[in-house]
Structures are given as structure tokens and as C-alpha cells.
């Protein structure tokens, strides 16, 4: 498989030069030439096919011969080795639960799969990677957790001092290794003003092989497929499903998109924003304007100016119409989100995390509009990462799962670093 660049100003490159450049020269987002199709046989085992297997079917016309099969076999399988659960919520609508990976977010599944495309390719460079990468969260501890201990790629993460919860700045801080932590006296639009300029160094880039490791990046986007997938399996309704997801940068929802262009049965996304609603305008209106980003209680949302929402309009050759055919935009604000957790987990018992609760709301008002639908929402995190809301609208504490009580005994080590280039500069000369 080719990618081309969406800036049309760029050679076309391979799966293994498109990961480890993550952006192409001249800007822009790579994007594979073509749709590959999900072959009958596939469409007719899904549901009895593991889901390493499944996982191998999506992703190989992506990855091409960049990595020889047996290895994307093992790579598949180490990357989907947690569950995915499809649990009903209401009578209409299923919650597919994408938190139970290592560090309790949908994020695990892209970093695990980019991690180990780049530790193979770094077996036959030279010069270690360097993946640097800004984070308001999320992104840094599933990156940490998934690049631990990889050869040949050296990972630093900024984040914005303060800013993040306890659990995730011990995710991000604690691991050690090739992972080093750099605590940002300032906030996220300093850490991703420095990793932008990293990125523009030619002194830098003399130095190392610079990668980013967000949605971007090929091998961190595509693998996102594997989760509509996993909930057609278990999809028990004659019809195809309605699936809400939480949008931020846009990543996860187009690569839904590119499964359904690939033929996996969807009948309809709704993209559920919080008050950074650019692309739900847009699909209401068809006019794009970026605009700054603005703070909500869904944080890992906040984005003025979706990366991905480029490759969505590739994806369906810029026509609006067709676009806003199969996807519909919602907006939830910060009152509905804190009300959809404290009514849902009332009236049945199901926790929300901020983000599944904005997706949940678009959901349930998508679904009202279309009675005779059944509906899945992508829940992108667990509620534990998220107390400072959650728990004051449901009156208690929300456990820490297993998975993680390790953590809170680690001491935290990190980096401090002023706002300002230069620091990141001597920082990644040494
Ligand atoms: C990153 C993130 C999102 C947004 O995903 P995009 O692919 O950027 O749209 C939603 N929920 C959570 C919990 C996240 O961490």
C-alpha cells in the first residue's frame, strides 16, 4: 500500500517510511490510495473469528509487505490482547468498552500497535527514533505503557504541569526506561508549541529521527478500525448498528469510517463533540471554521481544529452531502454531560467516564428522532481517570480497578522544564 500526502506536495511512501516520518515534508496527512474490501468470507466469519485474526485482516492491506506476516501476526495479537466488551445499557443502546487496556483508555490500542511497528523497523535503522509527544492526558500514559521497553526508540512526552489527574501523570511518570517525562511548567498549547517547533529544527533533526505517536500517524489511526469490528461480533440486531463516538482530533471516528467504506456494516455515525463543535457545524451546515479550542469537562475532546477531519473529507471526495448522509454531528455541552452521568447511573446502574457520557446523550437523541434503531456508543475511557467529575454527581467513590492500584505506590519521576524552546532544545541535544 501507497500513502499519498493530503497536501499533494509529497512523494508517496510506503507503510514503513509513513510511520516513522508520521507527517509527510510538506505538512500534510498521509492517506493510504486505496480502500481495501472485506473479502465475503471475512464478513461471513466475523463472529467466529478471534480477534488477533480479525485484527490481521483489517490492518494487512495497510501494512502491505513493510512487515513480513508472521510478524504483523504476533504484532496483532500482543496488540488486542485485552477485552472489548459489548454491554447493553438501555433497551436500545450498548456501551462497547474501550477502556480496559493497560492504561484504561481506547488509546492503548494505537500506541501498542505503532510501538511494535516502529521497535521492527527500528531493527534494521541505524539511528534510534525518537518519538516526542504532547499530551493533555490520555495520549502520554497509553504511549508510555505501549513503548515501554521497545529497542531503538526513545520516548519523551511532554505534559502540562498540574494539569493532568493523579492517575494519569503516575502513568505517564513512573515507567522509567527508554520513557523520560517532561513536566511542563505551563499548559497543553505550551508542551504542543514546543513539540511543534522540535519537529521544524534542523538542529534537532541533525541529531535524531524525529516521530510523533498521536493520531496522525498511520500506525497509531488505522488499528482504530479493530473497535467497530469488535462490536459487530458481538451485534446481536438484524439491523446494522447507529455508533455515537466521543470526538476530539477525529482519528477514531474516521477510522470507523474507513471499516465502513471497506464494507463492515454500519448504519449510521453520529459524531458527538462537546463545545468544540467546528466539525458538527460543518456537518449541519457544510462551512468549516477552525476555531481555538475551549475547555470542557470532556478534556481529551478539547480540540479547535481536528487533524483528521482532512481525511474525512478525502474520504468522501469532499462532497458534504455524502458525508453528512452517513454522519450526523451533536453538540453536548458540560450541564448535559455531568446530567447524562448522574441520570444513567440512577436509572440503571452503568458509570459513564465525561467523554462515553457526551456520546451516550448525541446517542440517546439520535435514536429518539429514529425509534425502530438500536444504537452502541464508544465508552473511550474508564470513569477512575475522570473523579473530579464523576464523583461529585454520583455522591461516591469511584473504585480504582486492579489493573492499576499498582501505580499509586510508584514514585513519580519527571523532568521540569520551562515553557520555553530553548529548555526542550538543550533537552534534546544532549
Ligand atoms: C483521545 C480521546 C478521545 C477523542 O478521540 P479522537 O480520536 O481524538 O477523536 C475521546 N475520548 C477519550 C477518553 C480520549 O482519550
Redesign the pocket.
Known amino acids: 500500500m501507497r500513502y499519498y500526502s493530503l497536501n499533494q506536495q509529497a512523494p508517496t511512501v510506503d507503510f514503513r517510511a509513513a510511520t516513522i516520518a508520521g507527517q509527510a515534508p510538506d505538512g500534510g496527512l498521509y492517506f493510504p490510495e486505496r480502500i481495501p474490501q472485506f473479502s465475503p468470507e471475512v464478513l461471513a466469519n466475523l463472529k467466529t473469528m478471534t480477534r488477533a485474526e480479525l485484527a490481521f485482516e483489517v490492518i494487512q492491506p495497510y501494512v502491505g509487505d513493510a512487515i513480513p506476516t508472521d510478524v504483523l501476526r504476533s504484532i496483532c495479537a500482543e496488540t488486542v490482547d485485552f477485552e472489548f466488551p459489548l454491554v447493553p445499557v438501555t433497551g436500545q443502546i450498548s456501551a462497547l468498552e474501550l477502556f480496559h487496556g493497560p492504561t484504561l483508555?481506547?488509546?492503548d490500542v494505537g500506541a501498542r500497535f505503532m510501538s511494535r511497528c516502529l521497535g521492527y523497523f527500528s531493527q534494521q535503522q541505524t539511528a534510534p527514533v525518537t518519538v516526542l509527544v504532547a499530551t493533555s492526558g490520555?495520549?502520554g500514559g497509553a504511549v508510555a505503557d505501549g513503548f515501554l521497553g521497545v529497542e531503538g526508540v526513545e520516548v519523551v512526552i511532554l505534559y502540562p504541569s498540574g494539569k493532568v489527574s493523579p492517575l494519569q501523570e503516575l502513568q505517564l511518570t513512573t515507567l522509567g526506561q527508554n520513557i523520560t517525562a517532561l513536566e511542563v511548567r505551563g499548559n497543553f498549547d505550551d508542551c504542543q508549541r514546543l513539540v511543534k517547533q522540535a519537529f521544524l529544527d534542523p538542529q534537532v533533526l541533525a541529531h535524531r529521527q524525529l516521530t510523533s505517536a498521536n493520531?496522525i500517524n498511520v500506525a497509531r489511526w488505522l488499528p482504530q478500525q479493530f473497535y467497530y469490528c469488535y462490536a459487530l461480533q458481538q451485534w446481536a440486531h438484524d439491523t446494522a448498528p447507529v455508533v455515537a463516538v466521543?470526538?476530539?482530533?477525529?482519528?477514531?471516528?474516521c477510522a470507523g469510517l474507513m471499516a465502513h467504506a471497506s464494507g463492515l456494516p454500519i448504519g449510521h455515525f453520529v459524531a458527538a463533540c462537546n463545545a468544540n463543535s467546528a466539525v458538527a457545524d460543518y456537518l449541519r451546515t457544510g462551512m468549516f471554521a477552525a476555531r481555538p479550542a475551549v475547555v470542557t469537562l470532556s478534556n481529551?475532546?478539547d480540540v479547535g481544529n481536528p487533524s483528521n477531519f482532512g481525511r474525512i473529507l478525502e474520504l468522501f471526495e469532499q462532497q458534504h452531502a455524502a458525508v453528512s448522509r452517513l454522519v450526523s454531528g451533536a453538540v453536548v455541552s458540560d450541564a448535559e454531560t455531568t446530567a447524562t452521568i448522574g441520570r444513567v447511573h440512577q436509572q440503571t446502574g452503568y458509570l459513564l467516564d465525561p467523554?462515553g457520557a457526551v456520546a451516550f446523550r448525541a446517542l440517546e437523541d439520535y435514536l429518539t428522532e429514529h425509534p425502530e434503531a438500536h444504537g452502541i456508543f464508544l465508552e473511550?475511557?474508564h470513569p477512575v481517570k475522570f473523579p473530579e467529575v464523576v464523583e461529585p454527581v454520583i455522591g461516591t467513590e469511584v473504585p480504582v480497578p486492579v489493573a492499576v492500584r499498582g501505580l499509586l505506590s510508584r514514585t513519580k519521576q519527571s523532568v521540569l522544564l520551562e515553557p520555553d524552546y530553548a529548555a526542550l532544545q538543550e533537552f534534546l541535544l544532549r
Do not use: L, Q, R, Y
Open positions: 483508555a481506547f488509546k490520555d495520549t493520531s466521543p470526538s476530539g482530533n477525529f482519528g477514531n471516528i481529551a475532546m467523554h473511550t475511557a
